[in-house]
């Protein structure tokens, strides 16, 4: 079958603009190259190419292009084909090891095998296969795989490389004058045992043009421009490394030193630091001036392309804020600007502009956000590790931007503190803040007197659609869950009646509310049932989603036969292929706002083609620890890059009438081992520098329409249940507007038998503000109607929790 319009429409939007969020960690002149020539290619991800992570992030498209195939495609001559083939021979031998292996783990974990395979990847194997010196070029495509339900591991194959593999990479660098490792990774790997080599792309993971891209770059029809959104180094050098992967609370004794904070504090340097890519061209940043109109700061520079090739280069923005009664992160990026395409010795002047109360430390203490009196150094440069100190911002006296109260418990235990090292006198004009070297920066004084302070007004949100007041308990109770149907389907988020696939879909059993809202997962696409007929019976399905086929290998065979295509009904076929676009982590690299917005368009277009109201994306929990199985569908270890991504993206969807997104996971999403039962404890000052920041953004910047709330608990308490979160910070404090829906739980629900915390019902939720339970289930609707008669549910809850929902469903 041929392409469809908006396949190819999308498609040639990707192989036109997904370089961007590529990069070099290291690069010599070897490459580009003149033209296709004969090629060595090796490694797991030749054929076994990784196109996006696996779980609600996974997209179902017509077609994916893998390495060997793209380059192929481009007039390469693959020389190692018997080398591939025995690979893929050792690869199935090892699969059957590890479905063992995972149920095996499984019952150690207290899960069952179903769910626990969920996310759990084998380890890439050992082998003995030989390499051979025959072609003009040689390139090793390492690949990593992640998804939702389980987390990385500290392992040879997976976070560490195996050891066939620094091998057989130390053995192509040696023999070959042009070699290049290729990263088709959605996270970090420790690279320290191969950092000899000389050429190393993180090509990340590109969606259904990921083949098509590394040619391209090979040849030089492409330019990387991407940068890190991440700290790269050894895992033991994090913060959090005995801090993850605790089966019950997972202790954030970090606090607000998180990825680059965190090294550039503790004056550690990591492998790559964050911001950081090469490209095949070359620039020089220079600073123009800097100018503030009340607290909003506006630095001008001028970037010139140094170099031979055209290519684009990320302008950063950092600040490094002054000692005071608050310990401080070295420094955190304020602003970020993209260039367009500068050929061979031209120059673009920007404007890089920030609000310095965006960057405002929290005082738990005083419960407020604060600027201590001081010097702001504004620091430009290309990434975390190289910045230069071009202006000075002098506070005279503290300022509290926004008054709020403490909300949300305490974790158990004090943030670490790192105390930044001491300056010699002059320092400050290489970023320090002490002695007189900030005297000789551009000088910028602001009267903390005239900067307002934001009071917050905690109450209760209350909204009443009093047309909704003649329905009855049962009705209204039916209006705060999703349409559901029993069955696997409603647990792994297909339980949408109107768009086969589809993640959910809000009530169709109240006849006076005759509208519905329909959700489609995300983040990297639309994640629908690619194929499936209708006939007088109703829709049946003629492909297998990939999550449920991993799922056949650790079910009984009984139980498969329900989730295999139906082969005996002959209605007519549909089709449903959506274009999977690039993981999160890879849009965020690109640093391109514009792009990312085109994205979102792109995605709406699908919506509107396929009758998908809800799009259940962006994801935007923060890259706290590089193990995390869910990484790939998150932008950074950065707020700040976190939220301006997440709002360009929604702004491109909801630039279109009656599409929206859902951001998510609402907080603390860190961890997917026990993600319905662990509990995140994290200071209320690292919550809201860190977790709450991006969020923020987000719905300043973009106002999304929806935003789920996320399994795990916080400091004791589900995220879906906590009125704290929900009605005194995202509505009273950050102003949210839009519905607030549940991760796909069910109440009283566990997935873990080892799980000590309770799971969350939908009764619960509704008392916090949490309007609508997804996907919906009896379980549900008994606790509803139990709480009802107990007294423990008023109406009146149950009303506003209802009205909000059917706000929402006339407002898309």
């Known amino acids: 079958m041929q392409l469809q319009d908006h396949e190819k429409k999308h498609i040639d939007f990707l192989r036109q603009n997904a370089h961007e969020c590529t990069l070099f960690l290291k690069r010599d002149n070897a490459f580009p190259i003149d033209g296709p020539c004969t090629v060595a290619l090796y490694g797991n991800g030749a054929r076994k190419t990784v196109k996006g992570g696996t779980g ?42 590890y479905v063992k292996e995972a149920k095996k783990a499984a019952k150690a974990a207290g899960y069952m095998p179903v769910v ?14 030989p390499l051979k010196c025959d072609a003009d070029i040689a390139l090793y495509v390492l690949s990593r795989n992640s998804g939702e339900g389980n987390d990385r591991r500290l392992i040879p194959g997976d976070v560490y ?9 130390m053995w192509l660098n040696e023999h070959y004058d042009r070699f290049m490792l290729v990263l088709n990774v959605g996270g970090v790997v420790d690279l320290s045992p191969v950092m000899a080599v000389n050429n190393i792309l993180c090509i990340s993971q590109l969606g259904v043009v990921t083949g098509n891209v590394l040619p391209d770059i090979i040849l030089g029809r492409s330019n990387p421009s991407g940068k890190l959104t ?25 606090g607000i030193y998180v990825g680059y904070r965190y090294f550039d504090s503790a004056g550690k340097k990591p492998l790559f630091p964050f911001g950081f890519g090469l490209s095949y061209s070359e620039f020089e940043i220079s600073y123009r001036s800097c100018a503030a109109e009340g607290t909003v700061i506006t630095v001008k520079a001028e970037i010139k392309n140094i170099s031979a090739l055209p290519g684009k280069e990320v302008a950063q923005i950092y600040v490094s804020e002054p000692d005071g009664a608050l310990d401080k992160a070295e420094k955190q990026l304020a602003a970020f600007k993209k260039t367009k395409l500068l050929a061979a010795g031209q120059t673009e002047e920007i404007e890089l502009c920030f609000d310095l109360k965006g960057i405002a430390a929290f005082s738990e203490q005083k419960a407020c956000y604060m600027l201590e009196k001081g010097d702001y150094i504004i620091r430009l440069g290309n990434s975390s590790e190289n910045t230069k100190a071009v202006a000075c911002i002098r506070l005279n006296a503290d300022a509290v931007v926004k008054q709020c109260e403490n909300k949300m418990g305490r974790p158990g235990f004090t943030d670490m503190v790192i105390l930044r090292k001491a300056r010699k006198d002059g320092d400050a004009a290489d970023g320090g803040t002490a002695g007189t070297g900030a005297d000789r920066l551009d000088h910028i004084d602001i009267d903390a007197a005239k900067i307002p302070c934001e009071k917050t007004v905690y109450a209760k949100d209350v909204y009443i659609d009093h047309d909704l007041d003649q329905l009855s308990d049962h009705e209204l109770m039916l209006l705060t869950l999703g349409h559901h149907e029993p069955g696997l389907a409603a647990i792994v988020g ?40 209708v006939d007088k019976k109703g829709t049946y399905d003629l492909s297998v ?48 706002n514009d792009f990312a917005e085109g994205l979102g368009n792109l995605v709406a277009e699908e919506m509107e083609l396929f009758g998908v109201d809800l799009w259940l994306a962006p994801a935007l929990n923060i890259h706290r620890n590089i193990c995390c199985g869910r990484n790939f ?67 300043k910047e973009a106002a999304p329409k929806a935003l789920m709330t996320s399994y795990n608990l916080v400091n004791n308490v589900h995220t879906s249940e906590s009125y704290e979160l929900i009605n005194d910070i995202l509505r009273c404090e950050l102003h ?28 619960n939720n509704i008392k916090a503000g949490n309007d609508l339970t997804m996907p919906g289930a009896k379980a549900d609707e008994r606790d509803i109607m139990k709480a009802l008669r107990t007294g423990k549910l008023k109406r009146e809850d149950l009303i506003c929790s209802a009205s909000r929902v059917v706000r929402s469903i006339k407002g898309i």
Request: with cysteine; glycine share 8%.
């Open 56 to 97: 609600s992030g996974d997209v179902a498209s017509r077609f994916f292009v893998n390495f060997e195939q793209g380059l192929k495609e481009s007039g390469f001559t693959v020389t190692t084909g018997d080398w591939l083939d025995s690979y893929d021979e050792i690869s199935r031998a090892a699969y059957t090891a």
């Open 545 to 592: 989603d990939p999550m449920m086929e991993k799922m056949l290998d650790f079910l009984p065979k009984a139980a498969g036969l329900l989730i295999k295509p139906s082969r005996k009904r002959h209605g007519d076929v549909h089709y449903q292929y959506t274009t999977a676009i690039p993981i999160g982590t890879a849009i965020a690299q690109s640093f391109n």
């Open 494 to 533: 297909d339980s949408c009646k109107h768009v086969p696939g589809g993640a959910g879909e809000t009530c169709l059993s109240v006849p006076s509310v005759n509208k519905s809202v329909t959700m489609a997962d995300g983040p990297a696409g639309l994640r629908l049932k690619a194929v499936y007929g």
């Open 116 to 129: 626990f395979s969920m996310g759990y990847f084998p380890a890439e194997p050992e082998y003995d296969l």
């Open 230 to 254: 991440t700290t790269w180094a050894t895992p033991e050098a994090y913060p959090t490394y005995e801090n993850f992967g605790t089966l019950q609370d997972v202790d954030y004794k970090e």
């Open 736 to 763: 949210y507007k839009g519905l607030v829906m549940s991760d796909w739980i069910a109440s009283g629900r566990t997935f873990c038998k080892k799980a000590e915390h309770p799971a969350p019902y939908a009764s």
């Open 633 to 699: 569908e998150y932008f950074s270890e950065d707020p700040f890059v976190s939220g301006k991504i997440a709002a360009a993206v929604s702004k491109g969807v909801e630039a279109h009438k009656g599409r929206g997104v859902t951001i998510k996971h609402f907080l603390c999403n860190n961890q997917e081992l026990n993600r319905n039962n662990g509990n995140s404890r994290v200071s209320e000052r690292a919550l809201r520098e860190i977790y709450l920041r991006g969020f923020e953004i987000c719905i």
């Open 161 to 169: 490389l195996s050891k066939t593999e620094i091998r057989d990479i």
